[in-house]
């Protein structure tokens, strides 16, 4: 009797499945893994500020300030020369400075001139404010720091823009109006 030949080689092999669904297993909870890692990880802290935002420097110097014509509006001419930044002014919006004193001439002016350190030469209270903001070394008002205030607006402010400055200035009184 002849033994029949085997049949059991006549299957074709199976796929190998089981390691791919292996595989994508693995990909999946390394997603997964690197997802939770970003969740829990802080962001990163940006780079310090303090390097970038540095305080704006005070823009007020000879080649920031434009010249000055005195055909601008008054307002103009005291925002422009950048005087609010350190005076009170009545009447100019965000005049608020308080490096400097008041600009209330009205009320002061003939103080200033009457003050017995004071060595300019001006004989009326227009001519003190022209003064004082051209030489503006000639007199220090006690109580002010000295050489705080530019010394370089007669480069920039033309006559007619100083003549309405003092014309502006000696008019201002520190009562409220
Ligand atoms: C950087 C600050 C600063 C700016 C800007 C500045 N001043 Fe002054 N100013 C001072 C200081 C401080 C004093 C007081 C010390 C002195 O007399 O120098 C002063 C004094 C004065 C005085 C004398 C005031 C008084 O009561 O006798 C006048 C007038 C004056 N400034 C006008 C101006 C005008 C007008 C401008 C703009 C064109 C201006 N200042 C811009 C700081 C400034």
Known sequence: ?????SESSSKPPR????SE??????????????ALWMLRTPSPVSPSLSSSSSLPALALSSE????VTGEEPVIEIFT?????????????????????????L??????????????????????????SV??????VVPGYP????????????SALALEKIAGYLESQTDQPQ
Request: glycine share 12%.
């Open 1 to 5: 009797m002849k033994s029949s030949a």
């Open 64 to 67: 920031n300030i434009p010249l």
């Open 80 to 104: 422009r020369a950048g005087c609010p930044v350190c005076h009170v002014i009545p009447g100019i919006p965000g005049a608020n400075g308080q490096v400097g004193p008041a600009l209330v």
């Open 15 to 18: 796929p190998p499945r089981l």
């Open 106 to 131: 009205g009320s002061t002016g003939a103080q200033r001139l009457a003050d017995p350190s004071y060595r300019g030469t001006a004989r009326t209270v227009h001519e003190y404010i022209v003064e």
């Open 146 to 157: 000295e050489r705080t205030m530019p010394v370089w607006y007669g480069a920039k402010l």
């Open 134 to 139: 051209v030489e503006s070394g000639v007199f």
């Open 21 to 34: 669904q292996a595989l994508t297993l693995m990909v999946i909870g390394l997603v997964l893994l690197y």
